[in-house]
């Protein structure tokens, strides 16, 4: 005879007590195994229980698996260095940022998505490694499913190989394409130092200051922004503030809060779009890369 169905489910509770995750499905699935195969009646009931808290526990599960590689977007931009293992892409995001990075000459040194910012053209953004894809990751091999979820959240790709072996991007591109994902690109062949970088591909070397600072530029115009200096009436001080174009006044105005976005009647101008120094326009003037602007108010 079992003991009594209220009895079994407190048990049952107890043995769950500090469980998550594999080790609380592993536990569900042999109380189920022990439970009477009662259809009725209050032992069904308490399967059907035991049952719910097993699909609970697998959702659960898969959840935070896929949250544990999400990023969380800093900055005005973006950008995801993708390559294949061992493309030097973790040395490369090194020496664009201050983030410390495992690296070594062996794939799969970086396992997991590693964010960065980084200040380039006085404005922050948020640099993503994507650990080295391989064949078939968009059929989720390699767990490719899930890098290829967080690639598809950047604004723009830095595709990275080695300089010596630019073949080793035909199956990053067959992936990128399988998954669908389309945006704007920087090609970059690493570690010039050791080899040439081939036509078209921008060369980079962590040893040459030159070449990362080519590609902080090029990152900069694949972002696709336009930087505008903001400063208050009569103060020389100007803080850069990064808009998509085309960009108007009254979008510089709103960008620094929404409050000024509404009060703001127009702007002093100082740079390529002002006609001469100082010159006073309407909310919709369109601003360029490199103005300086000083809001104006009602």
Request: with cysteine; net charge neutral; charged share 25%.
């Amino acid at each position: 005879m079992p003991m009594p169905h209220r009895t079994y489910k407190q048990v049952i509770q107890r043995r769950l007590a500090g469980k998550a995750g594999a080790e609380k499905t592993k536990e569900l699935r042999a109380v189920l195994a022990e439970l009477p195969g009662y259809r009725n009646g209050p032992y069904a009931d308490l399967r059907k229980w035991v049952e719910g808290q097993l699909v609970e526990s697998r959702v659960r599960t898969k959840v935070v698996h896929r949250d544990s590689i999400a990023v969380r977007r800093e900055g005005a931009a973006q950008i995801m260095l993708v390559g294949p293992p061992n493309a030097g892409k973790s040395s490369l995001l090194q020496a664009l940022s201050s983030v410390q990075i495992k690296t070594g000459d062996y794939a799969f040194t970086t396992t997991r998505p590693v964010p960065a910012t980084t200040r380039i053209h006085d404005v922050l953004v948020q640099l993503v490694e994507i650990p080295g894809l391989i064949e078939g990751a968009h059929e989720d091999r390699g767990g490719g499913k899930a890098l290829l979820g967080v690639l598809r959240g950047g604004d723009a790709i830095v595709l990275c190989h080695d300089a010596a072996h630019p073949e080793s991007l035909d199956t990053i591109r067959a992936e990128l394409a399988g998954a669908g994902i389309e945006k704007p690109t920087l090609v970059v062949a690493t570690k010039t130092d050791e080899a040439p970088a081939p036509a078209g591909s921008l060369g980079v070397s962590v040893l040459d200051d030159e070449s990362l600072d080519r590609l902080r530029d090029a990152i900069w115009a694949l972002t696709g922004l336009v930087r505008v200096w903001v400063r208050k009436p009569g103060e020389d001080d100007a803080e850069a503030v990064p808009l998509h174009p085309p960009a108007t006044v009254a979008d510089v105005a709103h960008a620094i809060h929404h409050e000024l976005g509404r009060s703001c009647v127009g702007a002093r101008v100082w740079g390529a779009s002002a006609r001469f120094e100082a010159q006073r326009v309407g909310r919709t003037h369109v601003v360029v890369d490199g103005d300086v602007v000083e809001v104006l108010t009602r």
